[in-house]
């Protein structure tokens, strides 16, 4: 798994090497322009103002909404890309830290309008997904939404066909999400593919 500092070293060539996996249509980033204008217009649409995004990168989504007018919260453990995110976007309340020990005090003590997390929770388990997603629920204010972007499929069956595609591009420290396997611990989780190996999942309050 690549750590902060990997992530550091990425930062600058980051959203490059996304560009042209969407271009081509490869895994792992085809359909990511399609699955960040999807999230980006249900937020507007829904008129949310408080915006929490968890893992944000270089910030490629949240400054769109950031230019929109929304205010932005957000948490990274990389230290470049916070930097990166900070000059965009040089109002917006950025912490640095890892999710997946839980969110820092001052996010958590607030609640938003939409929680979006982008290409970032396939760094959880599959049994850290679960206990996550439920804390961000109570976040919500009544009305708002989830919005999780991420290279994820409906089935099994077809995790297991995009990794034999991929063959050796294939990233096996990164654990994708199944929606199928996700709905029985919450039974209003929406799904709605992206691409042959992106998706959007939906939890609304």
């Known amino acids: 798994m690549m750590n902060d500092s990997g992530f550091d070293l990425w930062a600058d060539d980051y959203d490059k090497s996304v560009g042209i996996s969407d271009d081509t249509d490869v895994y792992p980033f085809a359909g990511y322009r399609r699955l960040m204008n999807e999230i980006y217009g249900r937020i507007l649409s829904a008129h949310a103002k408080d915006v929490l995004d968890i893992g944000f990168g270089t910030a490629v989504l949240s400054t769109r909404l950031y230019e929109q007018g929304c205010h932005i919260y957000g948490q990274d453990f990389s230290a470049r890309m916070l930097d ?104 209003q989780l929406r799904f709605e593919p992206c691409s042959h190996c992106s998706g959007l999942l939906i939890l609304q309050r």
């Open 84 to 187: 990166i995110a900070q000059q965009k976007m040089p109002d917006a309340a950025l912490y640095r830290g890892d999710f997946s020990e839980g969110l820092c005090a001052p996010l958590a003590q607030r609640t938003y309008d939409a929680i979006i997390a982008t290409y970032s929770l396939h760094h959880l388990t599959d049994a850290q997904k679960i206990p996550f997603l439920h804390s961000l629920l109570p976040l919500l204010n009544e009305g708002g939404a989830i919005y999780v972007g991420d290279v994820m499929f409906r089935t099994r069956d077809e995790w297991n066909a995009c990794r034999t595609a991929a063959a050796d591009s294939w990233d096996s420290d990164e654990i994708y999400f199944v929606y199928d396997e996700l709905t029985p611990f919450f039974p």
